[in-house]
């Protein structure tokens, strides 16, 4: 992700925490992204998973296919029963296919994927039965590189936001509050989702120094 290196100076200024974030967990490194139908796929095997099962289930998944890699033509010929046999549900099963679906039907190119601006991807992939906001974002975050999203649905992130500022409020409470000092991160939220996730990975290191700085914080 290019934006990166900019975004965390950019973030640097916002709160003191970031800096000692960075510190203790190192910046996070990405691959080339896979096919977009491929990250689709791979959020709704995740959801509600741990990390570690969700992991299990997906290279099952691609062990199904020749080379290890399912292409959605190949994905819509599969069994429900093959997919339950390897840790889908009945919805995950129906979603995946779903997807499968819709890029055999409008076969996108990331160029086009490109052109498009961050609601008219949600507005897109949303269609698709299955495809909520979290899972396009999860899209536009770690596949076509968006730099200004900010997943308040997500566990992790919701998390870590806590943690990052010593908070303890209610779900609803808590997305009101991001979706209202996060607008500081704007345009590099996804810069700051992907740290927080980073750090909560790593088990949220200097957490009493990090809030300590961002209570103490100007801004």
């Given amino acids: 992700m290019k934006y990166l290196p900019?975004?965390?100076e950019f973030l640097y200024q916002q709160d003191a925490g970031w800096a000692v974030l960075v510190e203790l967990t190192s910046i996070p490194e990405f691959g080339v992204p896979e096919p977009p139908y491929i990250e689709l796929m791979s959020s709704i095997v995740s959801q509600?998973?741990?990390?570690k099962v969700a992991k299990v289930i997906w290279n099952r998944f691609v062990d199904l296919f020749p080379r290890g890699f399912p292409e959605p033509s190949l994905v819509i010929e599969l069994s429900d029963l093959q997919l339950r046999e390897i840790g889908f549900s009945n919805a995950k099963a129906n979603y995946v296919k779903n997807i499968a679906g819709h890029f055999l039907a409008a076969p996108y190119t990331r160029d086009s994927l490109e052109a498009m601006d961050d609601l008219e991807l949600?507005?897109?992939f949303s269609s698709i039965k299955g495809v909520g906001e979290w899972t396009v974002q999860m899209l536009q975050i770690f596949n076509l590189h968006r730099p200004d999203i900010l997943p308040v649905k997500?566990?992790?992130v919701r998390q870590a936001y806590s943690n990052f500022y010593g908070l303890n409020l209610t779900e609803r409470e808590l997305i009101l509050h991001?979706?209202?000092k996060a607008e500081k991160w704007s345009p590099y939220r996804s810069a700051a989702s992907l740290l927080l996730w980073n750090w909560k990975n790593h088990q949220f290191p200097g957490l009493e120094e990090i809030?300590?700085?961002?209570k103490n914080s100007k801004n």
């Fill in 6 to 8: 900019e975004a965390i």
């Fill in 122 to 124: 949600l507005k897109e």
């Fill in 154 to 156: 997500d566990l992790g």
């Fill in 211 to 214: 809030q300590k700085l961002n």
């Fill in 48 to 51: 509600q998973l741990s990390t």
């Fill in 178 to 180: 991001m979706n209202e």
